[in-house]
Structure formats: structure tokens, C-alpha cells
């Protein structure tokens, strides 16, 4: 019934920025949050930024300063700029929401990632 799909990824120089874009699709209730996750082979997913419907926002201390996470209606997006090659991951969109069916019940759903590569 939902679905999330990202896109914005791809191949940097260090110093660069990329923007990612997450939308979500079908019947859409309410989005209590939106998030960023990155994982890299072998490691945990890991949160990057996430934004609550109150406006508040949490991020990861590597990224705070650089990465900027914004939400739409139902897009999400994440500003990265001055990206070194310790952000190579593969970063996925998650949101927590419940759906024009089921208000009362808030489930989280993630989309497939889109690869962010930083060449030094």
C-alpha cells in the first residue's frame, strides 16, 4: 500500500553536494516522522537525519553542519554538501506513518537506498 522510492544519488568529488529525494507513495495517512539511514557493507544502518512532524530534527554529529534534511508533504529530501569519502554509503529513506486506512497505527516503511559515492 506504501511505498518509498529515492533518488539523487550518485558519484561526487570530495567537497561536492548531492540532493536526495525520497517520495512516498499510495494511501497516505499522516507522517509522524521522515528519516535518512546510510549503511555500508558489513555495518549497521545507521540514522543520519530525521525529521519529526513537530519540526524538530535530529542528526548524526558526522554530518551535522553539512547535511540539511527538509520534508514536503510527503517528500523527504537531504542537502548534503562538503561530502567526504566517509559518506559513502548507500542511503535509504524511512517514514513512520499510518495510512488513510488506519490512523491510529504508525508502522515504518523504507525504500530501496540510492548509492552516494565520493571520490577522493
Known amino acids: 500500500q506504501v511505498q518509498l522510492v529515492e533518488s539523487g544519488g550518485g558519484l561526487v568529488q570530495t567537497g561536492g553536494s548531492l540532493r536526495l529525494s525520497c517520495v512516498a507513495k499510495g494511501t497516505i495517512g499522516e507522517i509522524k516522522a521522515m528519516a535518512w539511514y546510510r549503511q555500508t557493507p558489513g555495518q549497521e544502518r545507521e540514522l543520519v537525519a530525521r525529521?519529526?512532524?513537530?519540526?524538530v530534527t535530529d542528526y548524526a554529529d558526522s554530518v551535522k553542519g553539512r547535511f540539511i534534511i527538509s520534508g514536503d508533504n510527503y517528500m523527504a529530501y537531504l542537502q548534503m554538501v562538503n561530502l567526504q569519502p566517509a559518506d559513502v554509503a548507500k542511503y535509504y529513506c524511512n517514514m513512520e506513518l499510518a495510512t488513510a486506512y488506519r490512523l491510529d497505527v504508525y508502522q515504518n516503511y523504507w525504500g530501496e537506498g540510492t548509492q552516494v559515492t565520493v571520490a577522493s
Open positions: 525529521l519529526w512532524s513537530s519540526g
